[in-house]
C-alpha cells in the first residue's frame, strides 16, 4: 500500500509542504532576532559601513553596466512602439517613469540578489561549516548581532542607494540612444524627462528597494546559517539564496506594485 | 566546577551520549579519550553551551546551564576559552583582531591596552609580531596557537580543548602539548581536553576518562590508565584493532 504511487504523491506533497512552512517560520524567526539585536549590532559602526562598501563599491560596475544598457534597451523598444502611434518628444519620459517605478529597482534587486545574496551566503555558510560561527558563540559574541545585522542593514540601506545610481545611468543610458541612434534633440530628451517627472514615482522606485534589500540580506544570511557538510553545502546555500532572493523580489514586486499605487499614491 | 550528570545526545539515528556523568574538578586537566565519533566533541560542546542535550544537567559552579537563556548563558560562555579542532579563526579577520575580538567586544578597554594584551597572549603562545597576517597564510600548527591565543584573550577560568593536536606533525604536537601544560601551571586553569592522541594526553591529563558508544567506561590518572584492566580501555590504549572495540 505504501508503495502505491499516489499514496506516494501525497505524502511527498505533504512533507515538502510542512517544510516549506518550517522554513517561513525558521526565517520569520530570523528577522525577529534581526529586530532584537538591531540597536546592539549597530552599535559597532564600523561593521555596518564595512558591509555597505562591499554592498555599493563591490556592486558598482555591475549596476553601471546592467543600468547603461537597460536604459538603453528601453530606449530602443520605446521609439519602436512610438513609431506612428505617439510622438517622440514623450520618450525622455517614458524611459524615466519605466526606469524609476519598476526598471531601476528591479533589476538592482534581482542584480544584487546574485551578486550579495550570494556573497552572504557563501561566507556565512563557510564559517558556519569551518565552526566559526560556534566560536563566535562560544566567546559570548551573539552571531546575529556580530555577523546578521550589519549585512541586513547594509543592505536595506545601500539597495535604495544603489538604484537611485540605477535610475540615473539607465535614464542616460536612453538618452544615449535618443539622441545618437534616433535622432532626438537634447533639450526635448531631458524636457521630457522634467514635463513628467514624479516625486511619488521615484519615491515607489526607493520604497520596493528597501524591501529588496531586507529580503536579499535575510536570504542570504538565512541560508549561509543554514549550510550543513562542506564545500557542497556552501554551493548549495549560494544556489538556494539566490534563487529564493531572486523569486521573492519579483513577488514583493507584485505585491508592493499593488499596495502602492492602487493605495498609497493612488491620487 | 564542572558537574555533568546523565547527558543523553541524539543526533540523527545514531544515540551519541547515553548518559554521560563526568566531574570536573578546578584547576584540574581533564583528558576525554574516545574514539573518532564517539562523542567527545559533542560533550565539549555541550559543556559551552553550544548544543542542547536531550536529557541530562551540566552545572559550572553550580549553576545549570541546560535551559538557560542566552543571555546567561553569555555570561557562563565567558568563563570559559576554547580551542576549535580547526581552530576556527575568523578569516576575514588579521591574527590580531581574532585574538582581541573578545576584549573589543566584552570589556571596555582602549585600543592600546587591547593591542598590548593581544601582543601578550601571542607572545605566551611564541608567536609575537604576528598581528597584521591573515589566517590564511599561517600553517596549522600556527593557526592552532593563535586560536590557544584567542581562546587565552578573557583570561578564562576553563579552556575547552577540541583535539588541540590533531593534524599536526609529532615535533609540533609535542610543542602544542608543552606549551598546553606550561600555561595550565602558569594560569591554575581548569582544562578539558579532548583528544585521542595517547601520547598527548599521557603528557597533559592530571585524569583521563575515556568515553565509548556514549557512556563513560573509565576514569583514572594517566598510570591508572596505563594499567587499565577494562578491556576496552586497553585496546585503546595499546592501539590494537583486536578486541571489544570493532575497528569498523
Known amino acids: ?267 | 566546577m564542572i558537574r555533568v550528570r546523565g547527558l543523553r545526545k541524539r543526533l540523527g539515528a545514531k544515540q551519541v551520549l547515553d548518559g554521560v556523568d563526568l566531574d570536573i574538578q578546578a584547576g584540574e586537566t581533564v583528558v576525554v579519550m574516545g574514539r573518532s565519533g564517539s562523542g567527545k566533541s559533542v560533550l565539549l560542546k555541550h559543556i559551552i553551551g553550544l548544543m542542547t542535550p536531550d536529557e541530562g544537567s551540566i552545572e559550572v559552579e553550580e549553576q545549570e546551564i541546560v535551559g538557560m537563556g542566552e543571555r546567561d548563558l553569555d555570561s557562563v560562555r565567558r568563563r570559559f576559552g576554547m580551542l576549535f579542532q580547526s581552530a576556527a579563526l575568523f578569516d576575514s579577520l588579521t591574527v590580531g583582531d581574532n585574538v582581541g575580538l573578545g576584549l573589543r567586544e566584552h570589556l571596555r578597554l582602549d585600543d592600546t591596552e587591547v593591542r598590548r594584551r593581544v601582543a601578550e597572549r601571542l607572545e605566551w603562545v611564541g608567536l609575537a609580531g604576528v598581528e597584521a597576517m591573515k589566517p590564511a597564510s599561517l600553517s596549522g600548527g600556527m593557526r592552532k596557537r593563535v586560536g590557544l591565543a584567542r581562546a587565552l584573550a578573557m583570561d578564562p577560568q576553563y579552556i575547552l580543548y577540541d583535539e588541540p593536536t590533531t593534524g599536526l606533525d609529532p615535533i609540533m604536537a609535542d610543542a602544542i602539548d608543552q606549551l598546553i601544560r606550561s600555561l595550565q601551571k602558569r594560569l591554575g586553569v581548569t582544562s578539558v581536553v579532548v583528544t585521542h592522541d595517547m601520547t598527548s594526553a599521557y603528557k597533559m591529563a592530571d585524569r583521563m576518562v575515556m568515553l565509548h558508544e556514549g557512556k563513560m567506561v573509565f576514569s583514572g590518572t594517566p598510570d591508572e590508565t596505563r594499567a587499565a584492566t577494562n578491556a576496552v580501555v586497553r585496546q585503546f590504549v595499546q592501539g590494537s584493532s583486536t578486541g571489544p572495540i570493532r575497528p569498523l
Open chain 1, 1 to 267: 500500500m505504501d508503495d502505491f504511487l499516489p499514496v506516494r504523491g501525497v505524502r511527498y506533497v505533504r512533507t515538502r509542504a510542512l517544510d516549506g512552512v518550517a522554513e517561513v517560520g525558521r526565517v520569520a524567526i530570523l528577522m525577529r532576532d534581526f529586530a532584537r539585536f538591531l540597536v546592539p549590532g549597530l552599535s559597532s559602526f564600523g561593521r555596518v559601513i564595512q558591509q555597505m562598501g562591499t554592498i555599493g563599491v563591490g556592486s558598482l560596475w555591475l549596476v553601471v553596466v546592467v543600468s547603461l544598457f537597460t536604459g538603453a534597451v528601453a530606449a530602443v523598444q520605446a521609439a519602436y512602439q512610438f513609431t506612428s502611434v505617439v510622438p517622440m518628444r514623450y520618450l525622455g519620459s517614458v524611459v524615466l517613469r519605466s526606469v524609476i517605478i519598476e526598471l531601476g529597482p528591479v533589476l538592482t534587486g534581482l542584480v544584487l540578489s546574485g551578486r550579495v545574496g550570494s556573497s552572504i551566503a557563501a561566507e556565512l555558510g563557510t564559517m558556519k561549516v569551518t565552526e566559526q560561527i560556534d566560536a563566535l558563540r562560544a566567546m559570548a559574541i551573539h552571531p546575529i548581532r556580530y555577523l546578521v545585522v550589519p549585512r541586513v542593514f547594509a543592505a536595506i540601506v545601500m539597495l535604495p542607494v544603489m538604484t537611485v545610481l540605477s535610475d540615473a545611468i539607465a535614464v542616460f543610458g536612453g538618452y544615449v540612444v535618443a539622441v545618437t541612434s534616433i535622432g532626438m534633440s537634447s533639450h526635448t530628451y531631458t524636457q521630457s524627462l522634467k514635463d513628467f517627472f514624479l516625486v511619488k514615482d521615484l519615491l515607489s522606485g526607493l520604497i520596493k528597494a528597501f524591501f529588496f534589500g531586507g529580503i536579499i540580506g535575510v536570504m542570504g544570511c538565512y541560508y549561509g546559517f543554514a549550510t550543513e557538510g562542506g564545500a557542497e553545502g556552501v554551493g548549495l546555500a549560494t544556489t538556494r539564496a539566490v534563487v529564493a532572493s531572486c523569486v521573492l523580489v519579483l513577488i514583493s514586486d507584485y505585491v508592493l506594485a499593488n499596495v502602492l499605487f492602487r493605495f498609497i499614491f493612488a491620487k
